[in-house]
């Protein structure tokens, strides 16, 4: 696997030479589930335009305009290569398409949007603060705010990415196709291989957490549907990871996924929209969790 993985980079060199831009993007629509890598953000597109082209073109879209708004404005270099402003103005192209008809107003949304959640993530790595997805989640919060009290649009009749139930282990694949809001198996097992092509540890630990948390949403009489349809696994698959493959990692994951459940669930009581908010609290809250123990042992 190594070497399939090194060739992989290799030939991702030789494409970046001649279209850095498109490796740029692609890498952006990676580093939604922290992959620096452009086939991951190939096979996520992939997955997303299963479900849905709308879907796929806005977060597409929205990963150009984020790197555009970055490059406009003078940010790292290095850190745009990286994708690392594409991921979570993707993110918000695609949660306004699925949560809104795709008109004109939504579509002027989607760039406002990533321009928005790229200048956002700049702040915070200035400030240098790990927030991951929160940007993307200030966006579309405000949209989703915007667009149901203030000006509504009018949300889809039927969305192409939910799916029947099923009564399998498929949920745990499903998780990862609702980091992006898809509910498909196809979508979901896409994007499981773009991330086993960047980081196989990375994945199978996220599969693993995937299936973590629909046993404990369950034994917490979650809906049968939401853990069939993975809704209640994404939040983990992220949160898997970030932490996978560190010391005592399967500890602290397990922490980290607990946690974003039980966010979840509150936020689910009062009916608020969690969008990947749980995984950014509950990763959040570990990572303080692991930095506090590390200097209480140094002072000890």
């Given at each position: 696997?190594?070497?399939?993985?090194?060739?992989?980079?290799?030939?991702?060199?030789?494409?970046?030479?001649?279209?850095?831009?498109?490796?740029?993007?692609?890498?952006?629509?990676?580093?939604?589930?922290?992959?620096?890598?452009?086939?991951?953000?190939?096979?996520?597109?992939?997955?997303?335009?299963?479900?849905?082209?709308?879907?796929?073109?806005?977060?597409?879209?929205?990963?150009?305009?984020?790197?555009?708004?970055?490059?406009?404005?003078?940010?790292?270099?290095?850190?745009?290569?990286?994708?690392?402003?594409?991921?979570?103005?993707?993110?918000?192209?695609?949660?306004?398409?699925?949560?809104?008809?795709?008109?004109?107003?939504?579509?002027?949304?989607?760039?406002?949007?990533?321009?928005?959640?790229?200048?956002?993530?700049?702040?915070?790595?200035?400030?240098?603060?790990?927030?991951?997805?929160?940007?993307?989640?200030?966006?579309?919060?405000?949209?989703?705010?915007?667009?149901?009290?203030?000006?509504?649009?009018?949300?889809?009749?039927?969305?192409?990415?939910?799916?029947?139930?099923?009564?399998?282990?498929?949920?745990?694949?499903k998780g990862f196709g609702q980091v992006i809001f898809q509910g498909s198996?196809?979508?979901?097992?896409?994007?499981?291989?773009?991330?086993?092509?960047?980081?196989?540890?990375?994945?199978?630990?996220?599969?693993?957490?995937?299936?973590v948390a629909g046993v404990l949403s369950a034994l917490?009489?979650?809906?049968?549907?939401?853990?069939?349809?993975?809704?209640?696994?994404?939040?983990?698959?992220?949160?898997?990871?970030?932490?996978?493959?560190?010391?005592?990692?399967?500890?602290?994951?397990?922490?980290?996924?607990?946690?974003?459940?039980?966010?979840?669930?509150?936020?689910?009581?009062?009916?608020?929209?969690?969008?990947?908010?749980?995984?950014?609290?509950?990763?959040?809250?570990?990572?303080?969790?692991?930095?506090?123990?590390?200097?209480?042992?140094?002072?000890?």
């Amino acid at each position: 696997m190594n070497m399939k993985i090194t060739l992989f980079e290799k030939q991702e060199r030789l494409i970046a030479q001649r279209f850095p831009f498109v490796v740029m993007v692609l890498k952006g629509l990676g580093q939604i589930m922290l992959q620096e890598n452009a086939y991951t953000g190939f096979f996520f597109l992939a997955g997303i335009c299963y479900g849905s082209f709308t879907m796929g073109f806005a977060a597409l879209i929205a990963a150009v305009c984020g790197t555009i708004n970055a490059k406009i404005l003078g940010y790292d270099q290095t850190e745009i290569a990286k994708g690392i402003y594409g991921f979570s103005a993707a993110l918000v192209g695609v949660a306004l398409t699925f949560y809104f008809d795709a008109v004109w107003v939504t579509g002027l949304a989607v760039i406002i949007g990533a321009a928005l959640a790229a200048t956002i993530q700049h702040w915070f790595i200035v400030k240098k603060i790990p927030v991951f997805t929160l940007p993307f989640i200030i966006v579309t919060w405000f949209f989703l705010y915007l667009f149901k009290y203030i000006y509504p649009v009018a949300s889809p009749a039927s969305l192409d990415t939910i799916t029947a139930v099923s009564q399998d282990l498929a949920f745990a694949f499903k998780g990862f196709g609702q980091v992006i809001f898809q509910g498909s198996l196809f979508a979901g097992i896409a994007f499981f291989i773009g991330i086993f092509i960047s980081s196989p540890v990375q994945a199978l630990y996220a599969l693993v957490a995937s299936l973590v948390a629909g046993v404990l949403s369950a034994l917490y009489n979650a809906p049968p549907e939401g853990i069939m349809t993975g809704l209640f696994s994404y939040n983990a698959v992220l949160c898997a990871i970030v932490f996978a493959g560190n010391k005592e990692s399967g500890i602290w994951m397990f922490i980290a996924v607990a946690l974003s459940i039980i966010v979840q669930f509150v936020m689910n009581t009062y009916e608020l929209t969690p969008l990947t908010f749980p995984f950014v609290a509950g990763t959040s809250i570990v990572l303080a969790l692991q930095n506090f123990i590390t200097k209480w042992r140094v002072k000890s």
